[in-house]
């Protein structure tokens, strides 16, 4: 099956293209790079073993879309990655945020809907239930009043794919609420590469082990926690690549009219932002500095999920474990210091 990957040369789109080679599904990648390198669509055919069509487009352009649409007529599939993803610099572009994440996912289903294209894996994310009162948060947990632009985003997002879905019998969509993915392909081949300093823990933290950034400040550690300082739920991002490919095999084979599904992705696991840096520490044999700053304003205490909805729907657990994330991410924080446009 060919599946369209929006956003697919980003952090996640891109160890989800070469999860979904490995599954045997065929990806054509659109990607404007805005926030990605075109040279990593070379790395992915390398790891996938295979040749992957690459489209440099945004996803707004309504007829670019669609001519990468009829260009592969096989299309039955598609994972809509693509959109701007810092929370605070939505807070001072909203306009463009909306226009670029809510712009992209009515053109994908605009073309979904005249390629009759059926299937539809959407990027939600953990922020659309703010600060829980209960934990962990399960998929009917109550959504709360999105806290940032970037958080409306997604809201709005899963509520335009509710409405396609209920007026279009033929769409099948799941949107995976993402939890705190981290690490990099195993490889060492791919993995998160920010733009800045990054707003990120873990590629802050390998940054700040190679020297990039100064040191490692975190932010808050007076919050009502077992250590002070917030905790997550971390895990690797190959098991969410993998996520996607089981949720297009669940809507590949489930029944027209199905609603818009809705499942966490997360390890299910709390854990504290120095717990994050021990277990850095301790699989990587590196120091790792850090300095305490204030809190960080829209950082919510704690949240982690119940993801047995992930398991008993998709087959999916986490394969990995936060170590082997964690020795990833600085392996690949490793090769950028030594090649920083690589071929
Ligand atoms: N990384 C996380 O922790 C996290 C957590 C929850 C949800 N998400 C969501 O997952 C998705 C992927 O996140 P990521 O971390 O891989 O981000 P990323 O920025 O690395 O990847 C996004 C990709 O989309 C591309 N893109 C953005 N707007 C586009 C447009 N209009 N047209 C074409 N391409 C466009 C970018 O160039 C980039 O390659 C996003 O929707 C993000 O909101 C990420």
Same mark, same amino acid.
């Given at each position: $099956?060919?599946? %369209?990957?929006?956003?697919?040369?980003?952090? /996640?789109?891109?160890?989800?293209?070469?999860?979904?080679?490995?599954?045997?599904?065929? @990806?054509?990648?659109?990607?404007?790079?805005?926030?990605?390198?075109?040279?990593?669509?070379?790395?992915?055919?390398?790891?996938?073993?295979?040749?992957?069509?690459?489209?440099?487009?945004?996803?707004?352009?309504?007829?670019?879309?669609?001519?990468?649409?009829?260009?592969?007529?096989?299309?039955?599939?598609?994972?809509?990655?693509?959109?701007?993803?810092?929370?605070?610099?939505?807070?001072?572009?909203?306009?463009?945020?909306?226009?670029?994440?809510?712009?992209?996912?009515?053109?994908?289903?605009?073309? $979904?809907?005249?390629?009759?294209?059926? /299937? %539809?894996?959407?990027?939600?994310?953990?922020?659309?239930?703010?600060?829980?009162?209960?934990? @962990?948060?399960?998929?009917?947990?109550?959504?709360?009043?999105?806290?940032?632009?970037?958080? *409306?985003?997604?809201? $709005?997002?899963?509520?335009?794919? *509710?409405?396609?879905?209920?007026?279009?019998?033929?769409?099948? *969509? $799941?949107?995976?609420?993402?939890?705190?993915?981290?690490? *990099?392909? @195993?490889?060492?081949?791919?993995?998160?590469?920010?733009?800045?300093?990054?707003?990120?823990?873990? !590629?802050?933290?390998?940054?700040?082990?190679?020297?990039?950034? @100064?040191?490692?400040?975190?932010?808050?550690?007076?919050?009502?926690?077992?250590?002070?300082? !917030?905790?997550?739920?971390?895990?690797?991002?190959?098991?969410?690549?993998?996520?996607?490919?089981?949720?297009?095999?669940?809507?590949?084979?489930?029944?027209?009219?199905?609603?818009?599904?809705?499942?966490?992705?997360?390890?299910?696991?709390?854990?504290?932002?120095?717990?994050?840096?021990?277990?850095?520490?301790?699989?990587?044999?590196? !120091?790792?500095?850090?300095?305490?700053?204030?809190?960080?304003?829209?950082?919510?205490?704690?949240?982690?999920?119940?993801?047995?909805?992930?398991?008993?729907?998709?087959?999916?657990?986490?394969?990995?474990?936060?170590?082997?994330?964690?020795?990833?991410?600085?392996?690949?924080?490793?090769?950028?210091?030594?090649?920083?446009?690589?071929?």
């Amino acid at each position: $099956m060919d599946v %369209l990957v929006t956003g697919g040369l980003g952090y /996640i789109g891109s160890h989800t293209v070469v999860a979904l080679a490995e599954a045997g599904y065929s @990806p054509i990648i659109v990607d404007n790079l805005c926030n990605s390198q075109a040279w990593i669509h070379a790395r992915l055919e390398q790891l996938a073993g295979q040749a992957i069509p690459f489209y440099r487009v945004d996803c707004t352009d309504r007829l670019a879309l669609a001519q990468v649409f009829e260009q592969h007529p096989n299309v039955q599939a598609v994972v809509h990655f693509a959109a701007l993803k810092a929370v605070g610099e939505s807070t001072r572009h909203p306009l463009e945020y909306y226009q670029n994440n809510l712009g992209s996912l009515l053109a994908v289903l605009q073309a $979904m809907q005249q390629q009759h294209v059926g /299937i %539809l894996v959407f990027s939600s994310s953990a922020t659309v239930y703010g600060e829980p009162e209960k934990l @962990p948060v399960t998929e009917t947990t109550p959504l709360q009043a999105p806290t940032s632009p970037y958080g *409306a985003t997604k809201a $709005m997002a899963e509520r335009i794919i *509710a409405d396609a879905v209920q007026a279009n019998p033929q769409l099948r *969509a $799941m949107a995976l609420r993402y939890f705190n993915p981290v690490g *990099a392909h @195993p490889s060492a081949r791919i993995g998160e590469l920010p733009q800045g300093t990054p707003n990120n823990l873990v !590629p802050y933290m390998t940054q700040a082990t190679r020297g990039v950034v @100064p040191d490692l400040k975190i932010f808050g550690h007076d919050y009502a926690t077992p250590d002070g300082t !917030p905790l997550r739920d971390y895990f690797h991002v190959v098991d969410l690549a993998c996520a996607h490919v089981l949720a297009i095999d669940y809507l590949a084979k489930a029944r027209e009219g199905l609603p818009l599904q809705f499942v966490n992705v997360g390890a299910g696991t709390p854990v504290s932002v120095l717990q994050v840096v021990e277990t850095f520490r301790q699989a990587t044999g590196q !120091p790792l500095p850090y300095r305490f700053a204030p809190r960080r304003a829209g950082d919510v205490e704690a949240i982690w999920c119940d993801a047995t909805l992930a398991k008993n729907l998709l087959g999916w657990q986490p394969e990995y474990t936060l170590a082997d994330a964690l020795l990833h991410a600085w392996k690949w924080e490793q090769t950028l210091g030594e090649q920083e446009i690589p071929a």
